[in-house]
């Protein structure tokens, strides 16, 4: 499924979407970004509850397929700017992480 | 390519808001020069450990990519206060990150073991005091 479709399947925010077509597989939770470094496989939804600019970067250097804010968390106009720049797409869900990762897992 | 390239990069260690845009310049010239995906996102996911671990721990440093026929070379090199003990630094978990560091996302003590993980050789070279270089090579 794309970015964009999950992104209204399942009632999310679109942050930023510069890249709605891109496919989605898999999902990984985490906040550690090393960990997430270390962990999430490219085209993977990536949820956290992570708010500052690193994580655009880390989400284009692992190559996921999205970022999605669980919690609803909210970014800055900054991170939001950057990440159209740089095609990472990113999503905000008002649920937690669990509640969220359930609700993309049959889509993903 | 027959002749070797290379991409050079200062990276900041004031800024840890921009920190990773070497990486991410990295990332975007491996793509033109069409290397493989995968390949490209080891050596991005390294270097960028690597490029942060310069601005947290060493105050910044240089960067070096040097992209040739089987090969791709990652050069940092920091004059910040180097590694005493580098076995117990490269454990998984190890971390002398300060907790402003941490609240960030940073500071799991995965840098090190991402960067050896992603690569196929990474020798670190650090004097107390003097500084840090780590050479990592990933074959293509
Ligand atoms: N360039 C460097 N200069 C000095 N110390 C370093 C450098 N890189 C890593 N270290 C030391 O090695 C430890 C482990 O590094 P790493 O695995 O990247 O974990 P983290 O950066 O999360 O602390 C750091 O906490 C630090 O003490
Ligand atoms: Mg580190």
Not at chain 1, 35 to 48: H, L, N, Y
Not at chain 2, 10 to 24: C, I, L, N
Not at chain 2, 93 to 101: E, F, K, L, Q, R
Request: with cysteine; aromatic share 4%.
């Amino acid at each position: 499924m794309t970015v964009s479709s999950l992104c209204s399947a399942c009632g999310f925010v679109p942050v930023a979407l510069p890249d709605g077509g891109r496919e989605v597989h898999g999902c990984y939770i985490g906040d550690l970004l090393s960990w997430v470094m270390g962990r999430a496989k490219a085209d993977e939804a990536w949820i956290t509850i992570m708010s500052n600019i690193n994580i655009v970067a880390v989400a284009s250097l692992t190559d996921v397929a999205c970022i999605i804010l669980a919690e609803g968390v909210a970014v800055d106009d900054k991170i939001k700017s950057t990440a159209e720049l740089k095609g990472v797409n990113i999503l905000m869900s008002d649920k937690a992480a669990y509640e969220t990762a359930s609700a993309i897992s049959t889509l993903v | 390519m027959s002749e070797s390239l290379t991409f050079h990069y200062d990276v900041d260690g004031e800024d840890f808001t921009s920190a990773g845009q070497a990486s991410v310049q990295v990332k975007k010239n491996l793509r033109r020069l069409g290397i493989p995906p995968e390949i490209i996102r080891q050596v991005s996911i390294a270097m960028y450990e690597g490029e942060i671990n310069m601005v947290i721990h060493a105050g910044g440093g240089d960067a070096d990519v040097i992209v040739s026929e089987d090969r791709i070379e990652i050069i940092l090199a920091d004059h910040g206060p180097g590694i005493a003990d580098i076995e117990l630094a490269m454990q998984e978990g190890y971390s002398t990150a300060p907790d402003s560091v941490r609240s960030l996302g940073f500071g799991a003590g995965m840098g090190l073991p991402n960067m050896k993980r992603y690569t196929d050789e990474m020798t670190i070279d650090s004097k107390v005091g003097e500084g840090t270089t780590i050479k990592m090579t990933v074959k293509l």
